[in-house]
């Protein structure tokens, strides 16, 4: 399996590209799986590597999810990204690949929240959480099936599933996605494209300790760029 990777680090933060099939965040029910947290806890030396603090983890993707994550070295610089994700001032940038054709561009306002019949899923409900989410096309693959749209959405809340809800409420649910496609829909995404077609590449915030914003991005990986060339034929 793949590991994690740094990409940046200082003395106040890393940034770490997540490989798809690790767990960010230790849980009872992650004791046999790899999870970020406990990778960064054997392999590095920082101040606040301790559960106290999550490790420095200040955010999170979901396991099938690869990409951008933002792990804190100081308590000071931890409470401080917090304090930018909840006043919405992190830029996040997804790429994604979803069926059939979307808008050039588009909005997608939604309150989402836990469905009640189903605990470990979320959805689009009345009294849920606002959530709010920005998209633009870049490709279109005209193919069976409607085609497939490659997209880089811009989620202005963070909320759990949030982008794989919004793909699915407007009627494009993400390739390959178990939870929000349909399982027969995702068993034959999964004969060509291995996995969740969602990558987090890339991420703005303002630079905890020199207070000027700082920018990353993350090429799409290998299994997802492979996905997409067997679109191409």
């Known amino acids: 399996m793949e590991e994690p990777k740094i990409i940046f680090q200082d003395d106040s933060l890393f940034v770490v590209e997540k490989p798809s099939g690790w767990i960010t965040n230790d849980a009872t029910t992650t004791k046999d799986q790899l999870t970020l947290q406990s990778w960064l806890r054997r392999n590095f030396q920082f101040s606040i590597n301790n559960l106290q603090f999550r490790n420095g983890i200040v955010h999170r993707l979901d396991k099938e999810t690869s990409g951008l994550l933002i792990v804190a070295k100081t308590k000071d610089v931890f409470e401080k990204l917090q304090a930018e994700f909840k006043s919405r001032e992190v830029q996040k940038t997804y790429t994604a690949l979803l069926h059939g054709p979307v808008d050039k561009k588009g ?18 409900m009345p009294g849920g959480r606002e959530s709010v989410s920005e998209y633009k096309l870049i490709k279109f693959y005209p193919g069976d099936r409607g085609g497939y749209s490659l997209v880089e959405f811009h989620p202005k809340t963070g909320r759990t599933h949030q982008i794989r809800i919004h793909a699915k409420h407007i009627g494009h649910a993400i390739v390959a996605d178990e939870f929000y496609a349909g399982r027969k829909t995702a068993r034959n995404d999964r004969r060509w494209c291995p996995r969740l077609f969602l990558h987090a590449s890339g991420i703005k ?29």
């Open 107 to 124: 909005r997608i306002e939604a309150t989402v929240g836990r469905l009640p019949w189903r605990r470990d899923r979320f959805g689009v």
């Open 205 to 233: 915030f303002v630079h905890a300790e020199t207070g000027k914003e700082v920018e990353f991005k993350s090429e799409i990986p290998s299994d997802l760029k492979t996905a997409l060339k067997t679109l191409e034929h």
